[in-house]
T-cell receptor
Framework: AQSVTQLDSHVSVSEGTPVLLRCNYS??????LFWYVQHPNKGLQLLLK??????LVKGINGFEAEFKKSETSFHLTKPSAHMSDAAEYFC???????????FGTGTRLAVRP | AAGVIQSPRHLIKEKRETATLKCYPI?????VYWYQQGPGQDPQFLIS???????DKGSIPDRFSAQQFSDYHSELNMSSLELGDSALYFC??????????????FGPGTRLTVT
């Protein structure tokens, strides 16, 4: 079985400062890992994905994440937060291609002016 | 580019009624997934279909059933609705393309409210 743990339920940053959203996974194998973003009353949008290629993954809107097998982590970062980044972020694992997605509990990012 | 379409977007039903949610995948996608997201919760996998056959089943109540049709659209049928069924229901679709994994593309969701 696999599980995803998002270490912070809420993160608040000032506009223009770095963003760090933490995610750890637990699995007996190396899953594919994703970050999805959900804006209020909106659907889920894929930010980036890791599928055993490069460990540093670049996504949309300036986000990136680094897969660290030794730490079983897949933290999401962005150098400079924008007001439009305020949303719910989900770290997601997938056992293999075509399999269901397992979501973390989410981190709500607030961006202060 | 075409996206996943879900209908209706909003649905209000009373307890013990039935509801049908529809999902139209991205053209040429052969796999459909259904997820349920309760208020303040993370999405939970319900069921998936590949080439019109059920491929996996998660925490879907026996009161719910689903199928995928010949045109690859899918319907989630929910009977004897309970207050706890109030949630956002997402459909996602995918297919394997050359050299890529089964990335799942999500629809906007159907918000079901049971009163």
């Amino acid at each position: 079985a696999q599980s995803v743990t998002q270490l912070d339920s809420h993160v608040s940053v000032s506009e223009g400062t770095p963003v760090l959203l933490r995610c750890n996974y637990s699995s007996s194998y190396s899953p594919s890992l994703f970050w999805y973003v959900q804006h209020p009353n909106k659907g889920l949008q894929l930010l980036l994905k890791y599928t055993s290629a490069a460990t540093l993954v670049k996504g949309i809107n300036g986000f990136e994440a680094e897969f660290k097998k030794s730490e079983t982590s897949f933290h999401l970062t962005k150098p400079s937060a924008h007001m439009s980044d305020a949303a719910e972020y989900f770290c997601v694992a997938q056992k293999s291609s075509g399999d269901k997605l397992t979501f973390g509990t989410g981190t709500r990012l607030a961006v202060r002016p | 580019a075409a996206g996943v379409i879900q209908s209706p977007r909003h649905l209000i039903k009373e307890k013990r009624e039935t509801a049908t949610l529809k999902c139209y995948p991205i053209p040429r996608h052969d796999t459909v997934y259904w997820y349920q997201q309760g208020p303040g919760q993370d999405p939970q996998f319900l069921i998936s279909f590949y080439e019109k056959m059920q491929s996996d089943k998660g925490s879907i109540p026996d009161r719910f059933s689903a199928q995928q049709f010949s045109d690859y659209h899918s319907e989630l049928n929910m009977s004897s609705l309970e207050l706890g069924d109030s949630a956002l229901y997402f459909c996602a679709s995918s297919t394997i393309t050359s050299g890529e994994s089964y990335e799942q593309y999500f629809g906007p969701g159907t918000r079901l409210t049971v009163t």
